[in-house]
């Protein structure tokens, strides 16, 4: 598996938006997450997250073809970084791409004090991959509706 990360900026903040909405979608339709979910977040969001001097967004490529993007934040001067969002187009899911991802933003930052991220408590894929690659539950969730529970973790 061949996955290359490619620094965004600005002038990729359509095809990012398109990616998000695309990949988060099917979330968005199950848990019904207005207010949270990255599928009904506006393009300018993205444009504001990718001007972030403390966040880089990444383009996921797999042998030559977009499949995805990840957002890395430095929190408390880079001595803790979070993943927020990683995403990977419906089709190419489950076929391992966003843990090589995982483990390539692993290896490009090194923040002291570790990771965090979150995920959404009903999806046993989600949390099965991230306990698989090391984070660990912290024990604090969000209830964001009666369908939806977020999960939070750290490594």
């Not at 490529?61 to 187009?89: E, H, Q, W, Y």
């Not at 692993?106 to 949390?127: F, R």
């Amino acid at each position: 598996m061949s996955i290359e990360l490619k620094k965004a900026n600005v002038s990729d903040a359509k095809l990012l938006h398109e990616m998000q909405v695309k990949a988060f979608m099917p979330l968005y339709e199950k848990y019904q997450d207005y207010d949270t979910s990255p599928a009904n977040e506006p393009i300018d969001r993205i444009i504001q997250r990718l001007e972030q001097p403390f966040t880089d967004f990444y383009i996921i490529k797999a042998n030559n073809m977009i499949i995805g993007g990840v957002r890395v934040v430095r929190l408390k001067d880079g001595t803790r970084c979070r993943i927020s969002p990683i995403f990977v187009l419906p089709e190419f899911q489950g076929l391992g791409f966003a843990q090589e991802t995982m483990r390539l933003i692993e290896e490009m930052y090194s923040p002291i004090n570790g990771w965090e991220l979150d995920t959404i408590l009903q999806e046993q894929g989600n949390c099965y991959l991230y306990e698989k690659i090391g984070y660990k539950r912290t024990g604090e969730t969000k209830v964001i509706n009666d369908k939806m529970t977020l999960v939070f973790y750290e490594k």
